[in-house]
T-cell receptor, first 114, second 114 residues
Framework: GQQLNQSPQSMFIQEGEDVSMNCTSSSIFNTWLWYKQDPGEGPVLLIALYKAGELTSNGRLTAQFGITRKDSFLNISASIPSDVGIYFCAGQLLMKTSYDKVIFGPGTSLSVIP | ETGVTQSPTHLIKTRGQQVTLRCSSQSGHNTVSWYQQALGQGPQFIFQYYREEENGRGNFPPRFSGLQFPNYSSELNVNALELDDSALYLC?????????????FGPGTRLLVL
């Protein structure tokens, strides 16, 4: 079945550093989503991407929808302690005639050292 | 906050028992999706309900069933609980249109099966 890979699996960075994480798939998606999940909470949507090549920002976060439609990256600039959490990418194939389940990656765990 | 609520927040059951989890969708949303998230993994799609009908199903056995009500709230029922059913159960609501369906997650119900 469809699977997503995320890299790195985990990262430890100093406060103020920039962060980059990646998501790849063997399948094409027409929507890429990035979520952040804090312990004991549900995932919170950070950025949604709907077009190949699209580059979208949300504050210090920037994400891009890869041209091949099989990958996406998320960058966080000037990290702060509250950026700690698990970041999930998710791919969605929106079809007009059938349901379009969301496939999640395994997550990237981010730790920020003050 | 996403406006998606789930109850209960935590639940402990024993093997063989049955459980019902509840989800109230965000106002204006007509679709509810349920996910199972095991510890250290990304959410796995269970099924989706659109306008009170099951609209797609992931790789879960029939003892996982659901309902959607006229007000678009939803229930997830799991019969004959097994130890491996211990997980965080997430519901996500969305407004299905022809062009996009961004899902917003509730905080989840943590189920422990002993």
């Amino acid at each position: 079945g469809q699977q997503l890979n995320q890299s790195p699996q985990s990262m430890f960075i100093q406060e103020g550093e920039d962060v980059s994480m990646n998501c790849t798939s063997s399948s094409i998606f027409n929507t890429w989503l990035w979520y952040k999940q804090d312990p004991g909470e549900g995932p919170v949507l950070l950025i949604a991407l709907y077009k190949a090549g699209e580059l979208t920002s949300n504050g210090r976060l920037t994400a891009q929808f890869g041209i091949t439609r099989k990958d996406s990256f998320l960058n966080i600039s000037a990290s702060i302690p509250s950026d700690v959490g698990i970041y999930f990418c998710a791919g969605q194939l929106l079809m007009k005639t059938s349901y379009d389940k969301v496939i999640f990656g395994p997550g990237t765990s981010l730790s920020v050292i003050p | 906050e996403t406006g998606v609520t789930q109850s209960p927040t935590h639940l402990i059951k024993t093997r063989g028992q049955q459980v019902t989890l509840r989800c109230s969708s965000q106002s204006g949303h007509n679709t509810v999706s349920w996910y199972q998230q095991a510890l250290g993994q990304g959410p796995q799609f269970i099924f989706q309900y659109y306008r009170e009908e099951e609209n797609g199903r992931g790789n879960f056995p029939p003892r996982f069933s659901g309902l959607q009500f006229p007000n678009y709230s939803s229930e997830l029922n799991v019969n004959a609980l097994e130890l491996d059913d211990s997980a965080l159960y997430l519901c996500a609501s969305s407004l299905s249109t022809e062009y996009q369906e961004t899902q917003y997650f509730g905080p989840g119900t943590r189920l422990l099966v002993l």
